[in-house]
């Protein structure tokens, strides 16, 4: 992930970014980074690149370290100010993820957004 910071719009390859797809990296960092993050990220990519987005959403207080609880607030606030967010689907997940579950989570949704 660190890595991902050392990028820039000139090292990254040839051509614009067409699409990006996080699936596990906001939802990694500590809250003190994500904003650093989404900067990085919308430096790196045009305009017109559209980003899809999974976080997970759950209280934060019944589980520490990552994945950390990402909930459509926090990413409408992050990135908002330079794209429009739209929420595809919200999905209660807590069954399907065991590991999460055995971490003593009572509730958690995961959610998919398209950020254009």
């Known amino acids: ?8 719009s000139t090292n990254i390859g040839e051509g614009p970014i067409g699409a990006v797809y996080d699936r596990d990296a906001l939802v990694a ?4 980074i994500r904003a650093h993050y989404v900067a990085h990220l919308l430096a790196l990519v045009g305009p017109e690149t559209q ?3 999974a976080t997970f959403d759950y209280d ?3 589980m520490k370290g990552s994945p950390f ?7 409408r606030e992050l990135f908002t100010p ?3 967010v739209t929420l595809i689907e919200r999905e209660e997940v807590l069954e399907h993820e ?9 509730q958690l949704a ?3 957004f398209l950020i254009r």
């Open 1 to 8: 992930m660190w890595r991902f910071f050392a990028n820039s």
């Open 110 to 112: 995961e959610s998919a």
């Open 69 to 75: 609880s990402v909930p459509e607030q926090l990413v």
């Open 29 to 32: 960092l500590p809250e003190v």
């Open 60 to 62: 934060q207080t019944e």
């Open 51 to 53: 980003i899809s987005l």
């Open 82 to 84: 330079h794209r429009t």
């Open 98 to 106: 065991p590991d999460l579950k055995a971490r003593v989570l009572k």
